[in-house]
């Protein structure tokens, strides 16, 4: 496939849909789906076909628009009006309206700003392409960048557009993707590795999964971009196996485009092979980590191992490793499509682009979210999130996982980039985002996700293993109403111990919620023990345990 | 190409090759530091974190038992904060076991103990955690008894690289983490086992002993380890 025969593909498919007077994306991604979004399709379709509408009407599968619990969602193209909750019944009055106002009853004004305040990059196509079709993303420009790259760009100058647009790891740490790139391209070996990182295993995350799912030709892009640039030929996605619909269309995907010779051997005419495979991850959090995704994909037991080495050096069987997270990667072949220019056009200073969100707790408009980076938290949660239920008030937003921190309302106003999250004691994290309102118990919540990391802890190094076990049995006396202040001594002994003794990331990272929800939520720490109460109620302290204690 | 270096360890002077690590440098300079899942003759992991070490210039402490020297580095084996984080290590492993000094086979023999002592721990802060675990004594010659294990995994390693067998592995995460036989079969039952007793004689506890041992009488004795890994480097290149 050359540049031309991309660019007929483009025009056919675009030809195509121009028939149609109205197409219909019905979304399938994973919440509408759960809402039987396929049974709206079937419906949809049936009507058209009933009317006899089929030449000038396609019914087609979409990607998800963010706000799953309003699911199914209808998109109608082109007035691009969007419709929720839509069901099965509902198909002959969405058919019969086409031509007419959009349906009062089947759209919801209140959810507009959430749709309004976000900046869509590497989700711009949301609801708009089947992501089982190659052809749709081809006609949305897809593919043009790995041919750009590889006919008129050096593998320098594909690495010097992605420093120069600051483009940073999605994946949690916020490492410069440009500097990594051109890590890999200096080592010299005769073969190298680009691994996409979609192990995304933070509780109640899912903007990998979302990605994987809706743009799985993005990623194979962006890493094919990749492996130019850094001279790699092989390339593993590495996918939870908790993923079957990502794994399906991903596997699509790769099929679709060896077919169309945008992998495999002499891609584009040229003489750049890559090779791309899936592996699947069994369903360890750890695994997420870069050297025990490397180890799990050879083969081994997944744990973590010292670094340095880095992967960039010795990663998959001894051979230099490009690895980044999916998100990363969904954001390079814009970049070199548009430019570096139009990306740092987007963010603050240091941190450039967007970021996807899964918003999820005490706020109205729980769902996925791209913003651009910069935004407020307050921002985030009142405009887009539409602010919290019940009349509630807000008490924290919780950023960055099982290794990241709690905010309190006197940090509503901070923007969201990677310097500003860690100096609130928290961090960017992977995208998981959690509001808290007054009946959230901080002592709680810490010991939730101490639970996670303990259950989680691969058990190599001690401090990760015995500690995050100690630290947990700590908390949960504390939320028993059994503990003394001897033990919140020892509980931050522990914390800071194991923050900077533990092997990996998820050892350093598990005494954070407790850090941080001790910085700003001591108080509530005390109530637990000195007064023996819970003061938003959650803990189930007894009586009888307040007048033994 | 390895390159010669020089650094610092201690405020001392010392030279390595660049793919020496700082233990291996430590050591050849009479500078101690304390290492546990470390056996010489066996790779290393990392992962018992005793042997932490700061240097300057980098926020994160390293273990030197696989970090390897630098120009320039400057390097220090002990500090206030390395020492409390050492005893809280050895805390750690005698909390979560089951160890029984006075009824084990090791007892005086036993590098966990002597680790307590080095560190200087008389007492232990943190709270036992009494696991359940399980004794295998179905082999004719050695006994596995989990609860003096430390998940060093010496004897994994030692079975993989030295023997080239492969019997013993882990299962589980976390602190369900624990070693286990082939598929998790008792260990009489093994067919990959060829009964060598490396495993035996690398366990840094007694955790892994000879049948008939009483209490005290089991000493260790991995020194052969080193030897045999330089025999066979010599045989390979001639
Ligand atoms: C315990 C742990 C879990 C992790 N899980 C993930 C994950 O699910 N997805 C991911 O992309 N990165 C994860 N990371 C970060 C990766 O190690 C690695 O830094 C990342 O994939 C690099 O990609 P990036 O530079 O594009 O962010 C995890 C790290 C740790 C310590
Ligand atoms: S920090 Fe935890 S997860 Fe990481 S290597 Fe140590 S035990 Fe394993
Ligand atoms: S001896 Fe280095 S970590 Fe155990």
Not at chain 1, 129 to 134: A, G, L, M, T
Not at chain 1, 277 to 288: H, K, L, S, T, Y
Not at chain 2, 58 to 67: M, S, T
Request: with cysteine; glycine share 10%.
């Amino acid at each position: 496939m050359n540049t031309e025969e991309l660019h007929q593909i483009a025009i056919d498919e675009q030809t195509r849909q121009r028939q149609y007077k109205h197409r219909l994306f019905v979304c399938m991604g994973t919440g509408c789906l759960a809402a039987h979004s396929d049974q709206v399709k079937q419906s949809l379709e049936a009507e058209v076909e009933r009317r006899e509408l089929k030449g000038q009407c396609q019914i087609a599968s979409g990607g998800c628009q963010g706000l799953c619990v309003a699911g199914p969602m209808v998109t109608v193209e082109p007035q691009g009006t969007l419709y929720q909750h839509v069901q099965p019944q509902d198909a002959a009055e969405v058919i019969e309206t086409l031509d007419q106002s959009p349906i009062e009853r089947l759209q919801d004004r209140t959810t507009e700003s959430f749709f309004q305040r976000q900046t869509k990059v590497v989700l711009n196509l949301a609801g708009r392409v089947d992501p089982e079709r190659i052809e749709d993303y081809i006609a949305a420009d897809g593919y043009s960048a790995l041919l750009k790259a590889l006919t008129e760009m050096t593998p320098a100058e594909v690495i010097e557009q992605i420093t120069a647009s600051g483009l940073r790891g999605r994946g949690g740490a916020g490492y410069p993707a440009g500097l990594k790139w051109s890590t890999v391209g200096k080592a010299r070996s005769e073969h190298k590795y680009v691994i996409c990182n979609g192990d995304e295993g933070d509780p109640g995350a899912f903007m990998d999964r979302s990605v994987m799912e809706d743009y799985p030709h993005r990623i194979i892009e962006g890493m094919a971009i990749a492996a130019y640039a850094v001279g790699a030929d092989n390339g593993y996605i590495y996918v939870r196996a908790e993923y079957p619909l990502a794994v399906k269309r991903l596997g699509l995907a790769i099929r679709q485009a060896q077919k169309h010779g945008l992998l495999g051997n002499n891609i584009g005419g040229t003489s750049f092979n890559f090779h791309l495979e899936i592996r699947m991850g069994a369903g360890a959090f750890v695994c997420g980590e870069e050297t025990a995704l490397i180890a799990s994909i050879e083969g081994g037991r997944g744990v973590p191992r010292p670094r340095p080495p880095y992967p960039a050096a010795s990663g998959v069987f001894g051979q230099p490793t490009l690895i980044n997270n999916v998100e990363t990667f969904a954001n390079v072949a814009q970049i070199i499509a548009r430019g570096s220019d139009w990306f740092t056009g987007i963010g603050t200073e240091k941190s450039k682009g967007t970021k996807i969100f899964a918003l999820t707790g005490k706020i109205n408009n729980s769902g996925l979210i791209e913003v651009p980076m910069g935004i407020t938290l307050r921002e985030i949660i009142y405009d887009i999130g539409g602010g919290i239920p019940n009349d509630r008030s807000f008490k924290a937003v919780q950023t960055g996982g099982p290794s990241g921190g709690c905010m309190p309302t006197e940090y509503l106003d901070i923007v969201v980039d990677y310097e500003s999250l860690q100096k609130a004691g928290s961090h960017m994290g992977s995208g998981g985002m959690i509001v808290m309102d007054e009946t959230s118990c901080m002592v709680d919540v810490a010991k939730y996700f101490m639970e996670f990391c303990m259950t989680e802890s691969c058990g190599k190094c001690v401090p990760c293993r015995v500690g995050t076990a100690q630290m947990y049995d700590l908390l949960n006396k504390i939320t028993h109403g059994e503990a003394t202040l001897d033990d919140l001594a020892m509980l931050e002994k522990l914390c800071g111990m194991v923050r900077a003794t533990s092997l990996c990331g998820l050892g350093q990272g598990a005494p954070i919620p407790v850090l941080s929800t001790l910085r700003y939520f001591r108080d509530e720490y005390l109530a637990h023990i000195v007064d023996k109460h819970c003061p938003a109620g959650v803990c189930n302290i007894t009586a009888a345990e307040r007048t033994t204690a | 190409m390895t390159n010669v270096v020089t650094l610092k360890i201690n405020d001392r002077d010392v030279s390595g090759r660049d793919d020496e690590t700082i233990l291996e440098i430590a050591r050849q300079n009479a500078i101690f530091i304390p290492t546990l899942c470390h056996l010489d003759g066996l790779g290393d992991i990392g992962a018992c974190r005793l042997c932490l070490v700061e240097i300057k210039g980098n926020n994160k402490l390293l273990p030197a038992c696989v970090v390897v020297v630098q120009e320039g580095m400057e390097i220090l084996t002990d500090s206030p904060r390395l020492a409390e984080y050492r005893q809280m290590i050895v805390q750690m492993l005698f909390a979560e076991g089951n160890h029984v000094c006075s009824v084990c086979v090791s007892n005086g023999h036993c590098e966990l103990q002597d680790m307590a002592h080095t560190v200087q721990i008389d007492h232990i802060d943190l709270a036992y955690q009494y696991p359940k675990r399980e004794v295998d004594a179905s082999h004719n010659l050695f006994s596995l008894d989990r609860n003096r294990c430390i998940l060093c995994t010496r004897c994994v390693r030692v079975c993989d690289e030295i023997e080239g067998v492969h019997t013993w592995d882990l299962m589980g995460r976390g602190i369900q983490s624990q070693v286990i036989i082939d598929m998790n079969q008792p260990w009489g039952t093994s067919d990959t086992c060829t009964s060598c007793g490396k495993c035996v004689q690398v366990c840094p506890t007694g955790a892994l002993f000879e049948k008939g041992k009483a209490v005290a009488e089991m000493t260790k004795n991995p020194a052969f380890l080193p030897y045999l890994v330089s025999m066979r480097e010599s045989k390979k290149s001639p």
